[in-house]
């Protein structure tokens, strides 16, 4: 006898489809088949996909409303910093008021989950998903969607689909204002250290930077642009080699804020000052910002408030309340603080 939990090998989905006929189509037994359906870990990958192709493939569809677990699962690329903070913050604001719980998963600095994810998260059966900076694959998009386990984007990496929620900030309108503050304050040498170009706020902060450069009337010199991937890393190593250009910029804008004090530290090490020899403007206003010497003028990108429209919209969409937007672009706000001055008269003079 089966449990309430798992549905009868011969159990009925769309159009009549059953167990007994996909588990006969796929070569397996019927009980591999409803292990599938509802979500056991212990299937191989390859008969998994299989079946998961056959399920897709004959329009199965459950019959029996599996119970969910109380709680969303927060999907990390990495949890380093204080830009995971602002999001669980975020998250939590809006789950407590809803009787669920947080769990978290880190993928260790990549931005796809693997097997062991998916598999962990069909097991667990939560409300609901919040990937952030971070996504499933297509495939696992569509194992999930067939257990009923809504998935909502935070600051997405790429273009998201059409019938994947997003949550992002309008970067483009970032990058916009914060060269464009550089070059109300007299500045002309402004150099710009990208995030990573693959990503969509990386690629959009520095078409807003490009956007800004072109409306002024101020070309921009291919050597002023540099190629970074939202590290500290990329500030210290790109400015020192900027300092050191014949002509160096008297201004830069960077990815993040983690950018913008590598280029502090590289301003530093060169025996210079912020902002009277390169002033500098950051992307994202996470704490350390205010604490910074100078205090740091940066683009605010209201993360706590992403996160939280984020779980707004999973626990709605496991309510079966259908989304008015399924792609929402919150504000960027310019913070002005003490990096950014008018350009330096005369030139540079490094520490040997």
Known sequence: MASTRDQAPGAAGGAGITIARIAELAGVSAATVSKVVNGHVEVAAETRALVEGLL??????????????????????ELAGTYPVEVIKGVERVV?????????TELHGTHTPGRSWIDGVLARRPTGVVAVFSGPTPEQHEQLRSRDIPVVLVDPTGEPGHDVP???????????AGTRHLLDLGHRRIAVITGAPQMLSGRARL???????????VPVDPELVREGYFQIADGLEHTRELLRLPDPPTAVVTGNDGEALGVYQAVYEAGLRIPDDLSVVGFDDLPPAQWMIPTLTTVRQPLSDMAATATGMVIDLANGRPLSQHRLVLSTELVVRASTAAPRRGPLSLRS
């Open 56 to 77: 897709r493939e004959q329009g199965y569809r459950r019959q029996k409303k599996v119970s969910k677990a109380p709680l969303v699962e927060v999907l990390f690329h």
């Open 96 to 104: 407590t008021d809803h009787g669920l719980t947080i769990g978290l």
């Open 166 to 176: 997003s949550v992002g900030a309008d970067n483009w309108s970032g990058g916009l």
């Open 207 to 217: 078409d807003g930077y490009r956007a800004a450069m072109d409306a002024a009337g």
